[in-house]
């Protein structure tokens, strides 16, 4: 589990390195990567890999959105390095390698497991986005409990 907490933290951080983000963000985006892989291996225990994806892409969102109003960023500074670890790359791989190797039956589910995957974190990314800016300002929640 340790690895696995380090491993996506420097995947996560070598990415916003190589997109270029500010050096200020870089810890922050470690930290978005980290937490949305941590909530996707809880998941995954529980249900499948496609709904641990979303779960974790919930998180990997939520923190982003929450990063880019308290820092005063866009949202894809956090969100494009952050949603890395749950990208289903190795699946897109052995799609490819199957079909090559003529497995057709593996590699169309491989690649429906990879479509899963992939419409799961986009519907993450949905639900998160389409909530207002003022949620994620803790200016906002202070006056409503105030009032």
Do not use: E, H
Request: proline share 3%; hydrophobic share 50%; charged share 10%.
């Amino acid at each position: 589990m340790i690895s696995d907490i380090i491993s996506s933290f420097m995947g996560t951080l070598a990415f916003s390195i190589l997109y270029n983000v500010d050096k200020k963000f870089y810890f922050y985006c470690g930290l978005t990567g980290t937490a949305g892989w941590l909530c996707y291996r809880m998941a995954v225990d529980f249900s499948s890999p496609a709904v641990a994806s979303f779960i974790g892409t919930l998180m990997v969102v939520l923190i982003s959105r929450i990063f880019s109003v308290w820092k005063k960023c866009p949202i894809t500074v956090f969100l494009i390095s952050g949603i890395f670890p749950l990208v289903p790359g190795a699946s897109v791989y052995y799609t490819a390698y199957y079909f090559v190797t003529g497995d057709v039956a593996l590699a169309s589910q491989m690649g429906i497991s990879s479509v899963k995957i992939a419409f799961a974190i986009v519907l993450g990314i949905i639900f998160i986005v389409s909530m207002p800016r003022q949620w994620f300002s803790f200016r906002y929640w202070k006056q409503k409990i105030m009032k």
